[in-house]
């Protein structure tokens, strides 16, 4: 079963309670999703880190029912 | 965990091949767009690779997962060290640091 944008958005939020999440329905099929993540842990994280720390989040969804997940993460701007 | 006989493999792999690409298909035949878009993109820049497909062998898909922490494929290795999968392949090329971090490394030969 697919996963829906609002249960990607709590399961980020609930390990990063400061960030901004922004996810798209890429396909509007619930499988293709882009998400944009913005949170101050992700400061001084390489990219790799910073995708690791939301996969985490995401508890092992991500590459099993979460098939298609376009990434992007940055910490906020001063 | 760290017993498990594939890492060895992609330990050598990733030892003897300055650059590799672990992947969906073949860098000629990929079998998933966002293999095919990684490919597209070191073709592009005109870094040798050597692809590495995964479709080929289960232990080895799952065992890359494991290696690198990473859920997903493809995975892209320089020099030894993981790099990242397809989305940060995209962003370090659009804002130019894939061709950057090459050059450095000294696997890009081409002008």
Same mark, same amino acid.
């Given at each position: 079963?697919?996963?829906?944008?609002?249960?990607?958005?709590?399961?980020?939020?609930?390990?990063?309670?400061?960030?901004?999440?922004?996810?798209?329905?890429?396909? =509007?099929?619930?499988?293709?999703?882009?998400?944009? *993540?913005?949170?101050?842990?992700?400061?001084?994280? !390489?990219?790799?880190?910073?995708? %690791?720390?939301?996969? %985490?989040?995401?508890?092992?969804?991500? =590459? =099993?029912? +979460?098939?298609?997940?376009?990434? /992007?993460?940055?910490?906020?701007?001063? | 965990?760290?017993?498990?006989?594939?890492?060895?493999?992609?330990? %050598?792999?990733?030892?003897?091949? /300055? *650059?590799?690409?672990?992947?969906?298909?073949?860098? *000629?035949?990929?079998?998933?767009?966002?293999?095919?878009?990684?490919?597209?993109?070191? !073709?592009?820049?005109?870094?040798?690779?050597?692809?590495?497909?995964?479709? !080929?062998?289960?232990?080895?898909?799952?065992?890359?997962?494991?290696?690198?922490?990473?859920?997903?494929?493809?995975?892209?290795?320089?020099?030894? #060290?993981?790099?990242?999968?397809?989305?940060? *392949?995209?962003?370090?090329? #659009?804002?130019? #640091?894939?061709?950057?971090? +090459? !050059?450095?490394? =000294?696997?890009?030969?081409?002008?």
């Amino acid at each position: 079963m697919p996963m829906n944008a609002s249960d990607i958005e709590r399961m980020i939020k609930e390990k990063f309670p400061d960030a901004t999440v922004t996810i798209q329905d890429l396909r =509007g099929d619930g499988d293709h999703y882009a998400a944009h *993540v913005i949170s101050a842990a992700f400061k001084g994280k !390489s990219r790799v880190q910073q995708h %690791q720390m939301v996969y %985490q989040a995401l508890r092992g969804n991500m =590459g =099993g029912v +979460l098939h298609a997940l376009a990434l /992007q993460t940055a910490p906020p701007e001063d | 965990m760290s017993d498990n006989p594939v890492f060895d493999r992609i330990k %050598q792999d990733i030892n003897d091949n /300055q *650059v590799v690409l672990y992947m969906k298909g073949t860098p *000629v035949f990929p079998q998933c767009g966002f293999s095919a878009a990684v490919v597209q993109i070191l !073709s592009h820049i005109g870094v040798k690779f050597k692809g590495i497909d995964v479709l !080929s062998d289960p232990s080895l898909r799952d065992g890359i997962k494991q290696f690198s922490d990473w859920p997903t494929i493809p995975q892209l290795y320089v020099k030894g #060290e993981f790099i990242g999968g397809c989305d940060i *392949v995209r962003e370090m090329f #659009e804002t130019g #640091e894939l061709k950057e971090l +090459l !050059s450095e490394k =000294g696997v890009l030969t081409a002008a």
